[in-house]
């Protein structure tokens, strides 16, 4: 009777923990690789506030995650660029719902150089020069720099692929929305791998959001145009729009938030998780 009893018992605690399983909501995010440290930092604190609840981050890039949203496969898109009127209608078309947006916190998309690299401030004008389609500009010589330990001088143009939503923002500003990128850049597909090829790469330029930025690499000055002088990319300036390539950073949803989404979305407004924003490197959305 004894064996039987504690058999029972053993079998009874194994039920309960499947049924406590059972009930633990999973909420799935994913896109932008801008967001991604932000969105799991965040994942990892919301844990402690509700541990029936778990929250599946992943990358990709803000294309992937709204297709994701798009086909109705995820709770939450991450983007890192508004979300396009085709893709507002074709998630409408597929899921009877219209995606919503809500802002969670503000990014300066920061031109990033090799420590070494002696340029103060860049332009429009000398991007569109490096990165564009017809530009011209293929030695750093062209812009009257020389980079130390760059050999030859020919600058390493270092971009993003094209389902990243901050190629798609840097793109639409420094080439306008009929321009295209040359050839030849090396396109990579996270914002980190980014920062990181730079930091090891003397002839190197590429841009990334200002969260990876690192004391091993250096940020230019951007120039907004129209004779201003250039403006550095920090959490003020992003707020203020006062830095030519700042951008607010989204997550997405298809209508309204419900249930336990509903609650981590307006959990991430709470004074802990905007704490995590600014540990992540990115700027608050200022209240009303």
Same mark, same amino acid.
């Given at each position: 009777m ?45 844990r402690?506030?509700a ?6 981050v ?5 294309g ?6 798009v ?7 991450n ?20 995606p ?15 420590k ?6 860049i332009?429009?004008?000398q ?6 389609? *017809?530009?011209? %500009? =293929?030695?750093?010589? @062209?812009?009257?720099?020389? !980079?130390?330990g760059?050999?030859?001088?020919? $600058?390493? +143009?270092?971009?993003?692929?094209n389902n990243?939503g ?14 295209d ?5 090396r ?11 730079v ?5 190197a ?12 690499? *250096?940020?230019? %000055? =951007?120039?907004?145009? @129209?004779g201003?002088p250039? !403006? ?5 300036t992003? $707020?203020? +729009? ?7 950073l989204y ?23 905007q ?7 990115y ?6």
């Open positions: 004894k064996k039987l009893l504690l058999l029972f018992i053993v079998f009874a605690i194994a039920i309960s923990g499947c049924t406590k399983g059972a009930e633990r909501k999973m909420i799935q995010n994913k896109g932008s690789d801008t967001i991604v440290n932000l969105a799991q930092a965040w994942a990892e604190e919301y402690k506030v541990p029936s609840v778990a929250i599946a992943s990358g990709g890039g803000t992937t995650g709204i297709a994701s949203l086909n109705g496969t995820v709770d939450i898109a983007a890192s660029r508004e979300i396009e009127e085709s893709e507002r209608e074709a998630a409408h078309k597929n899921t009877g719902k219209y919503v947006e809500h802002i969670i916190a503000f990014d300066a998309l920061a031109v990033y150089v090799h070494d690299n002696p340029i103060a401030s332009s429009r004008e991007l569109s020069c490096i990165y564009g389609e *017809k530009g011209t %500009c =293929v030695k750093w010589s @062209d812009l009257n720099i020389e !980079v130390p760059c050999s030859g001088q020919e $600058i390493v +143009r270092i971009s993003r692929q990243s901050t190629y798609a923002f840097f793109r639409e500003w420094v080439l306008g929305k009929e321009g990128f040359k050839l030849g850049s396109d990579l597909s996270g914002s980190k791998d980014v920062v990181d090829l930091e090891h790469t003397p002839c330029i590429g841009y990334s959001g200002m969260g990876y930025k690192t004391e091993k690499v *250096k940020t230019a %000055c =951007v120039e907004p145009g @129209d201003k250039c !403006v550095e990319p920090t959490m003020a992003a $707020i203020s +729009r006062e830095y030519p390539i700042s951008r607010a997550m997405y949803t298809l209508g309204e938030a419900q249930g336990e989404v509903a609650k981590y979305l307006e959990w991430t407004k709470t004074e802990a998780a704490k995590i924003i600014e540990a992540s490197g700027a608050r959305v200022p209240k009303n």
